[in-house]
């Protein structure tokens, strides 16, 4: 069973404009957390912004803010202010449990492409 | 410190032949993990490790071998090459959960190709 879904295989946004990457996720865990990772086209991957199934509010790391809403097992990464250098492969991933910091479950990914 | 290493950066194998990828970390963390991303597709766990002398298998562990002699180094080795095995290898490392951390930390990693 897919357990991380990234319904958006590109998006395309304005330089200094929002936008919004979704993810959905599958889970009977009550212990969980989301990531969300950025891969350039250099290939590395790049950690974003972690939420937590218990933390009480929305991660934020400057420019990056996570949209968690647990009823709707969804976690949204926005990106505010769009910049040139944010184009590139996006990936939400998943642990499960109280453990598992490093089994993580990774979507299919989305790609930005941020135009002047 | 360099964080999470990878050797080599790219590798061609003829199907049928072996090899080791390599994996170091100097950040003293107990977790490590190996990945593999297959074109258009997001990382798929192969093994991971939760301290030295310790391993367990991730979603497509099979073709592939590891051991955790010590801390700092973590190999994959492919036991007999194929094709189905064209893809870039990523390896991660992390803390244990603490209040502060819960980043993986990759390496570069290795794009291997079997002929």
Known sequence: ?116 | NAGVTQTPKFQVLKTGQSMTLQCAQDMNHEYMSWYRQDPGMGLRLIHYSVGAGITDQGEVPNGYNVSRSTTEDFPLRLLSAAPSQTSVYFCASSYTRTASSYEQYFGPGTRLTVT
Request: charged letters at 15%; one cysteine or more.
């Open chain 1, 1 to 116: 069973a897919q357990k991380i879904t990234q319904t958006q295989p590109g998006m395309f946004v304005q330089e200094k404009e929002a936008v919004t990457l979704d993810c959905t996720y599958d889970t009977s865990d009550p212990s969980y957390g989301l990531f969300w990772y950025k891969q350039p086209s250099s290939g590395e991957m790049i950690f974003l912004i972690y939420q937590g199934s218990y933390d009480q509010q929305n991660a934020t790391e400057g420019r990056y803010s996570l949209n968690f809403q647990k009823a709707r097992k969804s976690a949204n990464l926005v990106i505010s202010a769009s910049q040139l250098g944010d184009s590139a492969m996006y990936f939400c991933a998943m642990r499960e449990g109280t453990g598992g910091y490093n089994k993580l479950i990774f979507g299919a990914g989305t790609r930005l492409a941020v135009h002047p």
